[in-house]
């Protein structure tokens, strides 16, 4: 076995640990919720939410969270898939395509097959200001999009891409607290589920140099 086999074999070790610790995590804040652990901060920060959706210019504010969940949402999310997919084909990255390809693919199911094992009721504290017919645990939203948003900042490889990613994951995620369809816990988990997703996919990411040879040929 030469030594790039050896790195590859311990990094998919790695990836898969921290895919095992992030579903580890997650259930056990599907069991703290459930034991009513969590009841003073979810209730207390979506408490918080409808107040300021309440308040002077919580109209406007309440606009943009609507706006940042529909484009984080299952439409939206396959739209700008399908731009970036179109992007990268264009620029003869596809072995990059391919790989956000099956990313998304095997994270969404990820979350579907999640959403049914804990089978969690959405909150009902404050009115919906959206359509939601899915279990509520872990945020499909949260999950998403940090998959979508992280792995697009994995292969830009830039620290201006990371930070951009970070600021749409944190609206999207906090838009469904906002808008009364997920508590924070669902919003956590769903974050902690597209990291590890995320660093189990990396081990597989195409390197640089792969897709500059992708662009060559």
């Known amino acids: 076995m030469d030594a790039r086999s050896i790195?590859?074999?311990?990094?998919w070790k790695r990836g898969?640990?921290?895919?095992?610790?992030?579903?580890?995590?997650?259930?056990i804040v599907a069991l703290v919720h459930r034991q009513g652990v969590l009841d003073g901060l979810n209730e207390g920060l979506m408490m918080e939410a409808g107040r300021l959706r309440d308040s002077g210019g919580g109209q406007h504010f309440t606009t943009i969270m609507q706006f940042a969940s529909t484009v984080g949402g299952t439409g939206g999310r396959l739209l700008l898939l399908g731009g970036a997919l179109a992007l990268l084909l264009w620029s003869g990255r596809r072995r990059a395509a391919?790989?956000?390809?099956?990313?998304?693919a095997g994270g969404t199911l990820l979350n579907l097959l999640l959403k049914q094992i804990f089978s969690a009721p959405r909150p009902d504290l404050l009115p919906h200001l959206d359509i939601v017919h899915s279990y509520s645990f872990p945020s499909g939203h949260a999950a998403g999009n940090m998959m979508f948003f992280g792995a697009l900042a994995m292969l830009a490889g830039r620290w201006p891409a990371y930070a951009a990613a970070g600021v749409v994951i944190a609206l999207i995620g906090v838009s469904r607290v906002w808008l009364g369809v997920h508590w924070p816990s669902d919003v956590l988990a769903g974050w902690i589920e597209g990291i590890g997703w995320l660093a189990l996919c990396a081990c597989w990411m195409p390197r640089a140099s792969q897709q500059r040879a992708g662009r060559g040929r």
Do not use: E, N, P, Y
């Not at 898969?16 to 259930?27: D, Q």
């Not at 391919?98 to 998304?104: D, K, Q, Y």
């Open 7 to 11: 790195s590859d074999g311990r990094s």
């Open 16 to 27: 898969a640990g921290a895919l095992a610790f992030a579903l580890l995590c997650i259930v």
């Open 98 to 104: 391919v790989w956000l390809a099956a990313t998304m």
